[in-house]
């Protein structure tokens, strides 16, 4: 049985929904409920250029996200991950006892010179 898979109704977003779902993620959503908020107070109190400027940030920054996720995820795919490893690289928890290359050589990560 295939589940039914529609676009996100977050405006910008290429992320798909499952099911009944109207958004691909409870973030997209949480957005598109701000942008709502956003949109009443503009029909209420005239423009606020700050927050309607903030509130498209978000959104924007959100869908960049959301593309670099979707093509991390298909570099990672395209090299041979299986799907089940990325899924369990997403749920697993955060290995904290890998350090970063710098700080396994003993070094510190220097500030750049400005």
Same mark, same amino acid.
């Given at each position: 049985?295939?589940?039914?898979?529609? $676009?996100?109704?977050?405006?910008?977003?290429?992320?798909?929904?499952?099911?009944?779902?109207?958004?691909?993620?409870?973030?997209?959503?949480?957005?598109?409920?701000?942008?709502?908020?956003?949109?009443?107070?503009?029909?209420?109190?005239?423009?606020?250029?700050?927050?309607?400027?903030?509130?498209?940030?978000?959104?924007?920054?959100?869908?960049?996200?959301?593309?670099?996720?979707?093509?991390?995820?298909?570099?990672?795919?395209?090299?041979?991950?299986?799907?089940?490893?990325? $899924?369990?690289?997403?749920?697993?928890?955060?290995?904290?006892?890998?350090?970063?290359?710098?700080?396994?050589?003993?070094?510190?990560?220097?500030?750049?010179?400005?």
């Amino acid at each position: 049985m295939t589940r039914q898979r529609n $676009r996100c109704a977050l405006p910008g977003c290429s992320g798909t929904a499952s099911g009944d779902h109207t958004h691909c993620s409870a973030l997209c959503r949480f957005v598109e409920i701000e942008m709502d908020v956003v949109d009443k107070m503009t029909a209420t109190i005239g423009e606020v250029p700050e927050i309607q400027i903030a509130v498209k940030s978000l959104a924007d920054a959100l869908a960049a996200y959301r593309a670099e996720f979707h093509r991390v995820k298909k570099a990672a795919l395209d090299v041979g991950m299986t799907p089940a490893a990325w $899924r369990a690289l997403l749920r697993g928890p955060a290995n904290t006892s890998v350090k970063p290359p710098s700080e396994a050589n003993g070094e510190r990560l220097k500030a750049p010179p400005a």
